[in-house]
């Protein structure tokens, strides 16, 4: 992996009126590794990657792009970077080669480089059969996909993709994470927001969460799930009535906090703090054998390292789901 940074920010600031959407963002970005963003609505991850993108000036604090002030070498950066927004930016009366041949061409290509390079991509991303019809009959999964392939025409060194499978069903997603890949694979650094944490685990190398503004915690996967504990015990009850007991036993004998899961008999907690895996089974053991002494009877048991889900609900100490 190459030591280079692709982003550097220190002290990054954006206020809109009394609101500091951003506030003092501290981000160092390896070039060539898909770097993740998550954070809860209204976090600042979509304003900090205008700035990034040369669309928002900072209001304070200072931002490099492989070494361009993002102010003061703004035709710089922009010549090095691309952004995949949160909705589809082509347009939907004209086909899918009448779109890339159009932005290939106001890109510099000539006619014929830019048609070839408008069928290359079309192929590449499983687009070659609906090249000749209008986008506005394409499928969400396949918007997205022109999107993307709208944003490589001109391959860049760096590409932000802001929540680019919001609403697309699996098969989509998966669809789009191969793309994703693939243009890590081709050297550009990709810097990703996403309201989906099981995005940011399959893809990202390292990742930042932020919320109201700020920097709260960031690390590889990895770390970040060791920072909230060893262990994540999931359980699962026999009888639904007596959950309430097993949460308040759960939260004495692990002392952590208790998640209650959908499911009406299932239970979640996070074990261990900072320590051991043998540490976070040993504490799991203890807390089975309250639940026993008490007469609550455990039908599943399971201990594994916190999800993502778990670190984020954590971290941000909130009942949501990322935005």
């Known amino acids: 992996m190459s030591t280079e940074l692709a982003i550097e920010t220190t002290g990054l600031v954006k206020v809109f009126g009394d609101n500091r959407a951003v506030d003092g963002v501290d981000l160092?970005?390896?070039?060539?590794?898909?770097?993740?963003?998550l954070g809860p609505n209204g976090a600042g991850k979509t304003t900090t990657v205008r700035m990034l993108a040369t669309l928002l000036r900072p209001d304070a604090g200072r931002a490099l792009v492989f070494g361009h002030d993002v102010?003061?070498?703004a035709d710089t950066v922009r010549g090095r970077v691309s952004l995949t927004g949160q909705?589809?930016?082509?347009?939907?009366?004209?086909?899918?080669?009448?779109?890339?041949?159009?932005?290939?061409?106001?890109?510099?290509?000539?006619?014929p480089a830019a048609r070839a390079r408008a069928a290359q991509l079309l192929e590449a991303f499983g687009l070659g059969e609906a090249a000749g019809r209008q986008v506005k009959d394409y499928s969400g999964g396949m918007r997205r996909r022109i999107d993307i392939a709208?944003?490589?025409?001109?391959?860049?060194?760096?590409?932000?993709?802001?929540?680019?499978?919001?609403?697309?069903?699996?098969?989509?997603?998966?669809q789009v994470w191969d793309i994703v890949r693939a243009v890590v694979a081709q050297g550009t650094t990709v810097m990703l927001t996403t309201q989906y944490l099981d995005e940011a685990d399959h893809l990202a190398s390292r990742i930042a969460v932020i919320d109201h503004g700020k920097v709260i915690a960031e690390g590889t996967k990895g770390e970040l799930k060791a920072s909230v504990g060893a262990g994540s015990v999931h359980l699962r009850l026999r009888d639904p009535a007596q959950r309430p007991e097993a949460e308040r036993v759960l939260a004495h004998a692990l002392d952590a906090t208790v998640q209650l899961d959908p499911d009406p008999v299932a239970l979640t907690a996070t074990v261990g703090g900072h320590g051991t895996d043998r540490g976070a089974a040993e504490q799991a053991a203890?807390?089975?054998?309250?639940?026993?002494?008490?007469?609550?009877?455990?039908?599943?048991?399971?201990?594994g390292q916190p999800s993502l889900d778990e670190v984020?609900?954590?971290l941000t100490d909130k009942k949501g789901v990322a935005a």
């Open 28 to 37: 160092a970005v390896p070039a060539g590794t898909v770097y993740g963003v």
């Open 71 to 73: 102010v003061k070498d």
């Open 87 to 111: 909705y589809a930016s082509v347009d939907e009366d004209l086909t899918g080669t009448e779109n890339l041949v159009l932005l290939a061409r106001l890109l510099g290509h000539s006619r």
């Open 150 to 174: 709208a944003s490589i025409l001109n391959t860049p060194d760096l590409l932000f993709l802001d929540e680019p499978t919001t609403g697309l069903d699996p098969r989509s997603r998966n």
């Open 286 to 303: 203890r807390a089975l054998s309250e639940l026993a002494r008490c007469g609550i009877h455990v039908d599943n048991f399971s201990l």
């Open 312 to 314: 984020f609900l954590a």
